[in-house]
């Protein structure tokens, strides 16, 4: 439970969506199947035998059959001494182009393929991501199969709970695509009442709970990166457009928006800059942080976080405009996200909001006391 610190301060919480909230990919037309796949090959560790010093284009995707699994799988990505998981091997070691490793990143546990070991850890994926018997979700993509849950019950177990708690809390959905209308559709079915899993609910500021629906009319921004600077557009409520400049103005608009009422944002952050940039630290999904404040918790789940780095998420402080390090902010602002573990435990966010809370009551960098 959180402690008496930590209840008076708001949450932000800050959502990346694939693979943190949905488990499939519109974009590259990946279904359900094949996200599951994806994540084994980035969770499932093994060794591989000794590499060519020179490799040859043509052969490389021969090569990936030298991977071998070291079971069991664990319940996290966390590194294992000595070994590399599937992913990392066709990425890091082989240096596979796009195309080629997801296909057989896709295909991980396919019969034949080298991770057919842990084809009955990814039965027991699609098993709980499968909805009861009988519901159907009408705004589901096509990429979701019929029958299966498109946001995971654990982030709407986050959700009741705080409620539950009374805890002030608001929520803001990032994304370097285009996925936000669909998680809009069903967080507005929870919202009000009308989730065939949830019927009742009453998160729409149509009681004494504020309005967590997600308006993309008028609560919609979209980044803009360069070498120069940061750029927040953001959709007024009569649909025009409002762009302020710089990490100040950027936190600024962004916590007034907050304070005025909004209680779910949604964020287009700026892939081609992340790009081009090499997918370094300080390029990514910005994160603007005041560590002095003792009112509000600002926390970030992506899985794209790696063990010892941030990588796709930008954190800096918003007084300085300079990066915050790494162990300064993974599990206080920032969690890397673990999809297996979201799937099978639907207390999962609900249990990672509390460490990052119990950690921050002891955070070296938080000036001045948490009241």
């Known amino acids: 439970m959180p402690s008496a610190m930590s209840t008076t301060r708001k949450l932000v919480l800050h959502f990346d969506v694939n693979k943190t909230l949905i488990m499939c990919d519109p974009v590259k037309g990946w279904d359900m199947s094949k996200m599951v796949n994806a994540l084994l090959s980035e969770s499932c560790y093994g060794t591989y035998e000794p590499l060519p010093s020179l490799l040859d284009p043509a052969s490389k995707s021969k090569l990936a059959a030298t991977w071998s699994p070291v079971p069991p799988l664990q319940p996290s990505s966390q590194p294992r001494a000595g070994l ?28 034949g393929q080298v991770g057919q070991v842990f084809h009955s850890a990814y039965q027991d994926l699609l098993q709980c991501l499968q909805l009861p018997s009988g519901v159907k979700l009408p705004w589901a993509p096509p ?46 079915a929870f919202c009000t009442g009308s989730h065939p899993l949830y019927p009742g609910v009453r998160m729409d500021g149509t009681t004494d709970c504020p309005d967590y629906r997600l308006h993309t009319d008028m609560a919609f921004g979209e980044f803009f990166r360069d070498a120069h600077g940061v750029q927040l557009t ?6 025009t457009c409002l762009p302020v400049q710089g990490w100040a103005e950027v936190w600024r608009a962004l916590d007034g928006m907050l ?70 902010v993974i599990d206080h602002w920032v969690v890397k996200a673990e999809p297996l573990e979201a799937i099978r435990d639907p207390d999962y966010f609900i249990k990672a909001v509390e460490l990052c809370e119990a950690n921050l009551n002891t955070c070296a960098i938080c000036r001045g006391p948490v009241v």
Do not use: C
């Open 84 to 111: 590399i998981t599937y992913s990392d091997f066709l990425e890091e070691k082989l240096q596979l182009p796009k195309k080629e490793k997801d296909a057989l990143k896709s295909t991980f546990v396919d019969a």
């Open 143 to 188: 990429a979701i199969q019929s029958g299966s849950y498109f946001m995971l019950p654990a982030f709407f177990r986050l959700l009741l709970n705080l409620r539950a708690q009374g805890r002030d809390f608001a929520l803001v959905f990032r994304t370097f695509g285009t996925d936000l209308p669909e998680v809009a559709e069903e967080l507005e």
């Open 234 to 239: 953001m959709r007024g409520p009569t649909g």
């Open 259 to 328: 304070s005025a009422g909004h209680r779910a944002l949604g964020l287009r952050d700026y892939y081609p800059f992340w790009r081009e940039q090499g997918e370094s630290d300080t390029s990514g999904k910005l994160l603007l942080l005041d560590p002095s404040r003792t009112d509000v918790h600002h926390i970030f789940f992506d899985d794209n976080v790696q063990w010892e780095k941030l990588h796709i998420i930008d954190a800096r402080d918003v007084t300085t405009g300079d990066p915050i390090p790494f162990v300064d």
